[in-house]
């Protein structure tokens, strides 16, 4: 039985965890990544082929979906846009289409199962049943350390695709693994998480300190050069930064900058998009992360049709206060994004003079982000919806 994952820019990380979740369960599959459709075709028309993908990589995926069907591929349809849009998927072209938790619905499909449609949203996994990267295969990715997030942010897929009850990953398990890679030489940490700093707890919000430095400690503990936590790949919710997680995470990690998810400087528009914190949470936590000798890379999101010219000012206003204090500023544009509160809001629309402003801070080296080609992307998804 052979198995081919088609692996794209923007789905690696998704790719690599379901491959992982397969090699370690089932040694009966042969497992192929693609990373174009011609790899794809030299592979035989028996095998199934497994997409993971979002909204904007679309119209790629129904070219490539008409080529492979008519060579009689069978195909795996998963990922948020798939999570969102099963049906349409299946009418695409797709055999078998996964929503929610991926990595037990494949493999039971692996084992025989045979469903147009395999639930994984209320049949959720418990991470420590998957590896969080393949090391037979010397596949890595940042570790995935919580799956989940409890606030249904209005404009957010998230929740809709990992749930909205918090799974964390032990630290017993992240350690073991961190361990096989450091025989790989891989002594780089990263992780993946909704939020850094509510790992742990309960809620995902509230710092669990002790959770957290257990972690940090037994990474360093066993060798691992450099930790990166509370920046890319992932962020920390502004209403979860305090002094004492900031404190304690600095004897640990080597990145100086943590990246805040702000969104907007409106308290209005914060209401609106179901934030669960204010702008005064965002001073708060860059506070605190200046006071130890971090810089705050915080990001805004720009353009929600529903936005007034004083919505725009009074964020505008905020992120000059920002970058006074010594904050980087990144900006993405509004995407209306299937399967989210906000999907038929409309497109972004950002108005010269906010894109003048916008260019003035990234010429002075004050902001950065993809929100240009994301007000693009952002009029192409409106229009396809």
């Known amino acids: ?95 078998h289409v996964f929503v929610g938790d991926g990595e037990a619905n494949l493999i039971e499909f692996l084992n025989g199962e045979r469903k147009p449609i395999f639930d994984g949203l209320s049949k959720r996994v418990d991470l420590n049943d998957y590896p969080p990267f393949c090391v037979e295969q010397s596949q890595f990715i ?58 742990g707890s309960k809620d995902g919000v509230t710092p669990n300190v002790e959770a957290i430095e257990s972690l940090l400690f037994n990474l360093r503990r066993i060798g691992m050069r450099e930790i990166y936590f509370g920046t890319f790949p992932s962020d920390v919710r502004p209403d979860s930064v305090n002094d004492e997680v900031v404190g304690m995470i600095k004897r640990y990690v080597n990145n100086r900058s ?44 720009f353009g929600f049709p529903f936005e007034t010219r004083d919505d725009q000012h009074e964020t505008m206003q905020f992120i000059e206060k920002l970058v006074q204090l010594g904050c980087r500023i990144h900006a993405h544009s509004f995407l209306p994004l299937p399967g989210t509160e906000l999907e038929k809001a409309g497109c972004a629309r950002l108005p010269v003079w906010l894109k003048r402003s916008l260019s003035r801070l990234a010429s002075e080296g004050k902001l950065d982000g993809y929100w240009q080609k994301q007000e693009q992307m952002s009029h192409e998804l409106f229009s396809e919806a």
């Open 1 to 95: 039985m052979k198995l081919i994952f088609r692996q794209t820019k923007f789905n690696r990380y998704s790719v690599v965890a379901l491959l992982s979740a397969v090699v370690s369960k089932l040694d009966f599959v042969e497992v192929h990544i693609a990373k174009k459709i011609e790899d794809v075709l030299t592979l035989p028309s028996d095998s199934f082929v497994a997409y993971s993908f979002m909204s904007f990589d679309l119209r790629q995926v129904q070219e490539e979906v008409k080529i492979l069907k008519s060579k009689g591929y069978t195909l795996l349809a998963g990922g948020p846009h798939a999570t969102a849009r099963a049906e349409d998927c299946l009418k695409m072209g797709f055999d």
């Open 258 to 301: 943590v990246t805040i998810g702000a969104q907007s400087g409106s308290d209005r528009i914060l209401r609106i998009l179901r934030r669960g914190h204010s702008k005064e949470d965002v001073l708060n936590a860059v506070e605190v992360l200046l006071r130890h000798g971090f810089t705050p890379h915080v990001d805004f999101i």
């Open 142 to 199: 940042p570790i995935e350390i919580s799956r989940g997030c409890p606030f249904n942010c209005a404009y957010c897929e998230t929740s809709l695709i990992a749930g909205k009850v918090v799974r964390h990953r032990s630290v017993e398990q992240i350690v073991h693994y961190c361990r096989l890679g450091l025989r790989k030489h891989k002594y780089v940490a990263r992780f993946i998480t909704p939020n850094a700093f509510g790992y």
